[in-house]
């Protein structure tokens, strides 16, 4: 099927479906910018070889800027005072044959603020967030592929919410130019797709320096960081002993409370440093949950800041040598405390993401199954720089029947 009739049941799926899913923003000439786009595709490779994504539709996060679409970061302000150039991460996916489906509905500026997402899988419970649209976008089939930002867990626990795959590469891989930033030294780009393979094309396509990887031998040596196991509800515990996965219990070297601090010091800081013009001429404009943060980032001064940035090294270097000197392929876990919560005034806790994301590894969520008919993921981890090898070893238990 050729990228104009693509286009056409892409529009006909999101006029039917997401006047009750609310994962895109609207859009009022979608199908005409689309069919023309679909149009200069068709008519630039002819009868030449594909790109990688040829006409695949893809959503983006509203937090990413986009030529021709506004930015709102799923905010009240004037999308004109947040405006700015098209992402590298964009320009990218169009080289690669890519059509830009539309913005997807992001928490205000990727904090706390839940849009109007609803989880496909049960409307009345949240998808997850900050990339609640880029996920249930994925999960509801209107597209193949969306991006979305992660500073905490909002790749993988929205992904897992949902019953998708999400990657989250590691800190930096995918260029982060053109992002309205909630944190910048955490805040990371991902992919949702609908199964590991669409994940990995979209990996190619996006991350610095791609070169696929293979992994040998038998099953890798897998670690769950045991003190991260007592957030999880009962139902979320259950899911993941029945993978029956043999698994070496390892203490992490801080706690999830000491992390969480010094991630709280480190976001809030930055945000306040992102937000330092535009909060003071349009703070009315703010939902609460975002203007308490930020006031929150303005109380911390930078001494606090430096030293909960030397912590954060001094983190990242112990689970480095914690790894290596353990042996230990992949660190697991369950990729949220459980499966979506009621309500949509929250998007879930990211607690599982924590000690991944303050180190900036790459790590990978695998639907597993459901729990009351809502799905739940198993969260793969791998250190820093080893995106490919995360994915080898996932394609592999995969096809060992994970």
């Given at each position: 099927?050729?990228?104009?009739?693509?286009?056409?049941?892409?529009?006909?799926?999101?006029?039917?479906?997401?006047?009750?899913?609310?994962?895109?923003?609207?859009e009022p000439g979608r199908y005409?910018?689309?069919?023309?786009?679909?149009?200069?595709?068709?008519?630039?490779?002819?009868?030449?070889?594909?790109?990688?994504?040829?006409?695949?539709?893809?959503?983006?996060?509203?937090?990413?800027?986009?030529?021709?679409?506004?930015?709102?970061?799923?905010?009240?302000?004037?999308?004109?005072?947040?405006?700015?150039?098209?992402?590298?991460?964009?320009?990218?996916?169009?080289?690669?044959?890519?059509?830009?489906?539309?913005?997807?509905?992001?928490?205000?500026?990727?904090?706390?603020?839940?849009?109007?997402?609803?989880?496909?899988?049960?409307?009345?419970?949240?998808?997850?967030?900050?990339?609640?649209?880029?996920?249930?976008?994925?999960?509801?089939?209107?597209?193949?592929?969306?991006?979305?930002?992660?500073?905490?867990?909002?790749?993988?626990?929205?992904?897992?919410?949902?019953?998708?795959?999400?990657?989250?590469?590691?800190?930096?891989?995918?260029?982060?130019?053109?992002?309205?930033?909630?944190?910048?030294?955490?805040?990371?780009?991902?992919?949702?797709?609908?199964?590991?393979?669409?994940?990995?094309?979209?990996?190619?396509?996006?991350?610095?320096?791609?070169?696929?990887?293979?992994?040998?031998?038998?099953?890798?040596?897998?670690?769950?960081?045991?003190?991260?196991?007592?957030?999880?509800?009962?139902?979320?515990?259950?899911?993941?002993?029945?993978?029956?996965?043999?698994?070496?219990?390892?203490?992490l070297p801080w706690t999830p409370?000491?992390?969480?601090?010094?991630?709280?010091?480190?976001?809030?800081?930055?945000?306040?440093?992102?937000?330092?013009?535009?909060?003071?001429?349009?703070?009315?404009?703010?939902?609460?949950?975002?203007?308490?943060?930020?006031?929150?980032?303005?109380?911390?001064?930078?001494?606090?800041?430096?030293?909960?940035?030397?912590?954060?090294?001094?983190?990242?270097?112990?689970?480095?040598?914690?790894?290596?000197?353990?042996?230990?392929?992949?660190?697991?876990?369950?990729?949220?405390?459980?499966?979506?919560?009621?309500?949509?005034?929250?998007?879930?806790?990211?607690?599982?993401?924590?000690?991944?994301?303050?180190?900036?590894?790459?790590?990978?969520?695998?639907?597993?199954?459901?729990?009351?008919?809502?799905?739940?993921?198993?969260?793969?981890?791998?250190?820093?720089?080893?995106?490919?090898?995360?994915?080898?070893?996932?394609?592999?238990?995969?096809?060992?029947?994970?």
């Amino acid at each position: 099927m050729e990228p104009t009739e693509l286009v056409e049941e892409l529009c006909a799926r999101i006029d039917r479906i997401d006047p009750l899913l609310h994962a895109f923003t609207p859009e009022p000439g979608r199908y005409r910018r689309l069919a023309a786009e679909a149009g200069e595709l068709e008519r630039a490779y002819g009868g030449e070889e594909h790109p990688p994504l040829y006409g695949v539709p893809v959503g983006i996060k509203d937090v990413i800027h986009v030529d021709g679409l506004p930015t709102h970061a799923g905010s009240a302000l004037p999308p004109g005072v947040l405006a700015g150039p098209e992402a590298t991460l964009v320009r990218r996916l169009r080289a690669a044959g890519a059509l830009i489906a539309g913005k997807t509905v992001t928490a205000e500026f990727a904090l706390d603020a839940p849009g109007p997402t609803r989880n496909p899988h049960h409307p009345a419970h949240t998808p997850g967030g900050s990339s609640s649209g880029s996920a249930a976008a994925v999960a509801a089939g209107l597209v193949p592929l969306a991006i979305g930002t992660q500073t905490v867990g909002s790749v993988i626990r929205p992904a897992a919410y949902c019953g998708v795959v999400g990657f989250r590469p590691t800190y930096g891989r995918i260029p982060t130019d053109g992002l309205i930033a909630a944190a910048p030294s955490l805040d990371t780009v991902g992919v949702f797709a609908p199964d590991l393979a669409g994940a990995e094309r979209a990996a190619a396509v996006l991350c610095d320096g791609w070169r696929p990887a293979v992994v040998t031998g038998l099953r890798p040596v897998l670690a769950v960081p045991v003190d991260y196991l007592t957030a999880v509800s009962p139902a979320g515990r259950d899911a993941f002993e029945r993978l029956g996965l043999t698994v070496r219990q390892i203490t992490l070297p801080w706690t999830p409370a000491e992390l969480a601090e010094d991630m709280r010091v480190i976001t809030r800081y930055e945000l306040a440093q992102v937000h330092r013009e535009l909060f003071p001429r349009f703070a009315n404009l703010y939902r609460p949950e975002t203007a308490s943060a930020i006031r929150h980032g303005q109380e911390i001064n930078p001494t606090a800041y430096a030293a909960a940035l030397r912590a954060r090294t001094r983190y990242r270097d112990h689970l480095a040598d914690l790894t290596t000197s353990e042996g230990i392929d992949l660190w697991v876990t369950p990729a949220a405390t459980g499966p979506a919560p009621l309500g949509l005034e929250n998007t879930g806790d990211a607690v599982m993401s924590l000690p991944w994301s303050h180190a900036g590894w790459p790590a990978l969520t695998l639907p597993t199954g459901t729990v009351d008919g809502l799905p739940v993921g198993l969260q793969l981890i791998t250190p820093a720089g080893t995106d490919e090898h995360l994915l080898a070893w996932a394609r592999t238990l995969h096809l060992q029947g994970l």
